[in-house]
């Protein structure tokens, strides 16, 4: 079985600037998915980011982009420019090739500050 | 509008009185899934299915049923609520392995 680690329970940073959350994964699979999650006050989850695992290129969707570092299993969330909006839990989450068995981390809380 | 529809939103119940939180998606999903979510112990998988009539146990499964009896719906059902069962729970689904998921708006269950 997977295991997610989100060792940073909460975290804040200034509006406009960098952050970069962590997330370090245990699985015996080669082949597997890496997701992040955002979950704001309204509690809707929302995709943030995917990353394919046999893909060494790193994903990027606008402000967010990972670091993934498949021989440390590692796979952390940099947010750039970051807005008020941005204010929320953050979820890591990894789940096997052709398996439904996703596991979440225990989650982040950012604060963004003005 | 692509959604996954959960039912209800809130519920209050007393220990032992059978419930059943509904689930159904419009997306045509393969895989969908069961979670509950509790502080500092992130999203635990309860249940999920791969396909009509094929569900496996995640973490938690003691106390929860699941049915998958047709594509869209796959509901939670508590046959004997505990207080320990009281949480936020999440039902999600996605096209397959490599996708992932759309969430519920979550269902807060409180067993007194």
């Known amino acids: 079985a997977q295991t997610v680690t989100q060792s940073q329970p909460e975290m804040s940073v200034q509006e406009a600037e960098t952050v970069t959350l962590s997330c370090t994964y245990d699985?015996?699979?080669?082949?597997?998915?890496l997701f992040w999650y955002k979950q704001p006050p309204s509690r809707q989850m929302i995709l943030v980011i995917r990353q394919e695992a046999y893909k060494q290129q790193n994903a990027t969707e606008n402000r967010f982009s990972v670091n993934f570092q498949k021989a440390a299993k590692s796979f952390s969330l940099k947010i750039s420019d970051s807005q008020l909006g941005d204010t929320a839990m953050y979820f890591c989450?990894?789940?096997?090739?052709?398996?439904?068995?996703?596991?979440f981390g225990a989650g982040t809380r950012l604060t963004v500050k003005p | 509008e692509a959604q996954v529809t959960q039912n209800p939103r809130y519920l209050i119940t007393v220990t032992g009185k059978k419930l059943t939180v509904t689930c159904s998606q419009n997306?045509?999903?393969?895989?969908m899934s069961w979670y509950r979510q509790d502080p500092g112990l992130g999203l635990r998988q309860i249940y999920y299915?791969?396909?009509?009539?094929?569900?496996d146990k995640g973490d938690v499964p003691e106390g929860y049923k699941v049915s998958r009896k047709e594509k869209r719906n796959f509901p939670l059902i508590l046959e004997s609520p505990s207080p320990n069962q009281t949480s936020l729970y999440f039902c999600?689904?996605?096209?397959?392995?490599?996708?992932?998921?759309?969430f519920g708006s979550g269902t807060r269950l409180t067993v007194v």
């Open positions: 699985t015996s699979e080669n082949n597997y998915y």
């Open positions: 299915s791969m396909n009509v009539e094929v569900t």
């Open positions: 997306m045509n999903h393969e895989y």
């Open positions: 989450a990894s789940t096997p090739y052709n398996n439904n068995d996703m596991r």
């Open positions: 999600a689904s996605r096209f397959g392995h490599n996708y992932g998921y759309t």
